[in-house]
Every structure is written in C-alpha cells, then in structure tokens.
C-alpha cells in the first residue's frame, strides 16, 4: 500500500473515527478530531504563503499542537522540521537558516527567546503562536493558532510518496547538525515495518517520551497511527514519572535511549505494570547486559526488543525477544524492506563473523543531506552488488559502524570506525569496556575513550558515574574490571563525575566528552 505521510492518520482513522488518537494530559483526540485540525491547519499553512516544498519549523514540546502542526505540514505539501525544544536559540537559529524554514510555529515565550537571533534568518516570514497572542521585536507576521484553524479552506498542493515530507537535524561527531532529507514513502515504509515485528494493533497505547525531532521518538506517532493506536504525549521531570505514567495509562509499548533505561531499571516498577505493557524497545546505543537483566526481572511479562537505526535510514535491525538469551549481545536482524550486509574494505561482503561496515538498503534509505553535497556523497555510496546491468546506481547507506554478522545473520554491535581504541596494538571496542564497567554495578554509567599515550600508543580512559549506593572507588573499580577484561582493555585512568553531558536527543554526548578529556586528565593528576 502507498500513502503519504498523514494519510496514516485517515488510515488508521479506518478502525472508526472515534477510536483514540492522542492523549496530552486532560486533552484527548480521536481519530477525527485529529484529521479536522490537521486538515484545518493546513489550509492555514497555505494562506500563510506556504508553497509546496517550503519548510515549516516546529519548535515546541510534545503537545497536541505539535502533532497536528507536523502532519498538518505534510497534508499542505510542505517539509516538516521538527526543532528540539532542548535546543538554545543560536542551535534554532541554525536549524532555521540552514534549510530556509519560512513558517515557524512555536510558543511565545520560545518566540520571545529567539527575537536576537530571528533577525538573522531571512527566509523566516511567519511565526504561528499555539498560546498567546503577542507582537515582537521583528518585522515577522505573527499568527495566532485559533487564526491559522480559521482559515478559508484552499486546494492542497499535489504530493505524492517520493516528496520530502521532513528534514530532520542529526548531531553528528563533529560540526554543526546535519538534516537529514526524508521522503513521505521513508517514513510510511518505516511505520509499517516497525509495527510489523512489534505488531502493533489498534488496542496499542503507546507513550511518546522521546523528542519527536529524533527519528526513533517521532517514529512513535507513526507506528500508531498507521496501526489506529493511541499516543500519549508526555514530558517528563524525573524518571519515576514515566513508571508512574505507565501505569495510569495502561501503556503497551515504550521506547527508550540506554540512559532512560539504566534509570528505569533501578527504580521499583508495580506488579502490575507488567500486565499491560505488552513491550519495550530500544535505541539510540548498546543496552548494557546489566540494565536488560534489571528489566526482565522487574517486567517478566513485557517483551524486550532491542533495535539499532540510524537517522539516514530510520530503523535498520531489530533482535526477537525469543531470541535474547540465545543471541547475547546480537542487535538483532533486518528489519522487514530493509537488507543489511557487512562489507570489507575492500568493497566486498563479508563471510560470516568478519568484521566490516554496516551497509543498509532498501526503501528506508533517505535522500541524503540537507544542502550538504560532500557529506552526503561520503554517506550515500552504490550498494555494493549493484546490478551492472541497470542504468542507475542503488545508494545505500554506509553506515560508519563496524559490526559481525553470524551465519543465522544475526549482527553485533563492534564499534565506530572513529571511536575505535587502538592500545597494545589491539583495537578495543569501548562498548566492551563499558559493559564491563556496567557489570561491576558500581556505575549507572560509563563512556569509555581513547586518549594520546607514548606507551600504549592509546591508553584507554573510563568516565563514569557513581551508582546511588555506590562509593567513588577507583581502587575496587579496576579490581572488578580486571576479572571481565584482558589487561589490554583495562582503563589506564577512570575519571568520576557526577553527570554525563547529553546532546539534544538525550543520548550521552561522546564528541562532547572527547573534547572535555584534557582537562579530566589534567584535573585528575592534580
């Protein structure tokens, strides 16, 4: 079946226009409440001067008016760009400028905190306030919500599923963000596939705690709403929030990055939880052995499916629960449309347990960066058994990641090709480290780096954080490492903080740390 993006929302409306949509605290929406207000502000997308292809930012928390605003976007023919609402305004500022947003629809104490920068982004011409209603400082027209609802309803601009339906802003390694170019049929393709293998129903209720700037939380809504399931948006303080929400709600399914998980796993969780929280998934980095044991203990019942994706392909692999405690350490298989083969520098696949690059293709495979020629042709390469006898080259992504991939096809995780450690001659994997340091159960969490050594060529640097109960006890760390790991992968220096610095989509900020290690080093030896 081919739709576009908010086709899914009709789609799924099919179980019955008053089935539940979405649900943001006391405000809840059914399926044809939602498609009226999508419909409605779409019209008024396009009597705000909004041309097929324009970019519409979205720069707010997770509400009912962001959803609408999104799926509004696309119905109208635009490009949806989803801005994390953790981002400061000189992060929007380049968000906006970068591919040109001309609509934003944002708050207006957001609006009010970007009137320094709003200046300097001169495609902007509208801004939607969802709240109040209030002048600012810059020359943009300013538009209520109830006045953009209002608007005269107009032809919508024609699409079909190979337009861009977003741009979604990617932290990369080094650098600004990148936007990652996705069409309407990626992001349809992506939906069906997850709740293929997670088989999703219109009975699902899912929770929404990820940004819906990052592919793998605004994968979310779509999974949902192409299934005619209900989200419930959230927006959380503490952790125990999120248990506490499980629960009122009787949620299905939550997704979660590992730092949400190695939180949750060291909370109580009710018995009852477990009734109706049919599975939980994750991404966004390697689940640590310790954490997934902590949560199949306290969730007997609820299903684990660990998954791994990248934005320029949506969601590549995911392993079967049954397949847990045969495949330890596996992050998983292809995911249904997708093909996934390990390549050798040479260009060639791999034989099985061969370490080589991860290289995804299929319908997933995005279009590449946003006004970025040089990065996306480095990411964007022929499939490697493109056919010669076809005129036009197959791109898939080359993912940059080194992985193994068993006889059953099963894949594991190895590491980055510029996070890998070469000490001794060895290269090391810091998420073996890692796990090794998260075994210990005196750390919640760890990130283990490289840095310059004259011996060891790199000697291997763990920073980490203190579990609750837990003292900050180098001495007893290294003991306990040094009955998981060979000498080789032991961390020449183990540097302690209290928190770990996190990019825009919570996960753990390495690039950030790498450029902080100097001055950890030099604070340790003082």
């Known amino acids: 079946m081919t739709l576009c993006l908010s086709q899914l929302i009709t789609h799924g409306g099919k179980t019955g226009d008053s089935a539940p949509a979405l649900i943001d605290r006391s405000r809840r929406l059914d399926y044809g409440q939602l498609t009226e207000l999508m419909r409605a502000a779409a019209n008024g997308f396009i009597a705000a001067g909004m041309r097929k292809g324009d970019r ?8 009912i008016e962001t959803v609408v605003s999104i799926f509004a976007t696309a119905h109208a023919g635009g490009v949806f760009v989803p801005v994390n609402p953790l981002l400061k305004p000189a992060q929007v500022q380049h968000i906006l400028t970068d591919c040109d947003v001309r609509i934003l629809v944002t708050s207006r104490q957001r609006a009010q905190s970007l009137e320094t920068v709003i200046a300097d982004c001169p ?12 002048e600012l400082s810059s020359s943009k027209q300013v538009i209520s919500w109830d006045d953009l609802l209002a608007a005269p309803s107009v032809d919508m601009w024609r699409i079909i599923d190979a337009d861009v339906a977003s741009i979604l802003y990617t932290s990369g390694s080094t650098g600004k963000p990148k936007g990652v170019v996705l069409s309407h049929k990626n992001m349809v393709t ?9 088989e999703n129903t219109a009975s699902d209720k899912l929770l929404a705690v990820l940004p819906f ?34 629960c009122q709600e009787e ?43 902590s949560l199949r203990t306290a969730l007997p019942k609820t299903d684990p499916v660990l998954m791994y994706g990248l934005t320029e392909a949506f969601r590549s692999t995911w392993l079967p629960p049954a397949e847990l405690d045969k495949r330890h350490g596996s992050m998983g298989k292809a995911i249904p449309n997708a093909e996934i ?37 480095a990411r964007f390469k022929p499939a490697p058994h493109h056919q010669k006898e076809l005129v036009m080259e197959e791109i898939a992504v080359w993912s940059g990641d080194r992985v193994r991939c068993d006889e059953d096809g099963y ?48 000697a291997i640097v763990a920073i980490v954080v203190a579990t609750h109960d837990s003292e900050q006890d180098t001495a007893a760390l290294s003991l306990a ?26 996960k753990i900020d390495r690039a950030g740390l790498a450029q902080e290690l100097p001055a950890l080093l030099k604070g340790l030896q003082q």
């Not at 495609?123 to 209030?134: G, P, T």
């Open 481 to 506: 490492c040094r009955q998981e790991l060979a000498n080789f992968m032991l961390p020449k220096h183990i540097i302690w903080v209290a928190d770990m610095p996190r990019n825009a989509n919570g």
């Open 341 to 377: 083969m390990v390549v050798n520098d040479d260009g060639g696949i791999c034989a099985p347990d061969e370490i080589g690059e991860l290289v995804h293709r299929g319908s997933l495979v995005s279009l590449g960066y946003w006004n970025n020629p040089e990065k996306t042709a």
């Open 190 to 198: 992506g939906a069906f596939s997850v709740s293929e293998y997670l």
């Open 251 to 293: 949620i299905t399914g939550l997704a979660g990055v590992p730092p949400l998980w190695n939180q949750l796993a060291g909370l109580p969780w009710p018995e009852t939880a477990t009734d109706h929280l049919r599975y939980w998934t994750n991404s966004g980095g390697a689940m640590p052995q310790v954490t997934l044991e």
């Open 123 to 134: 495609a902007l011409e509208a801004i939607v306030l969802v709240d109040e209603l209030q």
């Open 411 to 458: 894949l594991y995780f190895v590491g980055r090709r510029d996070e890998m450690i070469k000490t001794s001659g060895y290269r090391v994997s810091p998420n073996e480290v890692e796990e090794a340091l998260f075994a210990t159960g005196m750390v919640s969490e760890a990130v283990a780096l490289g840095t310059a050594d004259k011996d060891l060529g790199e």
């Open 213 to 246: 700037s990052f592919d793998y939380g605004f994968s979310q809504l779509t999974t949902a709403f192409c299934r005619g399931a209900s989200v419930v948006l959230m927006e959380y303080l503490l952790p125990r929030d999120v248990i506490r929400k499980v």
């Open 56 to 63: 519409i930012g979205i720069y707010l928390p997770k509400q």
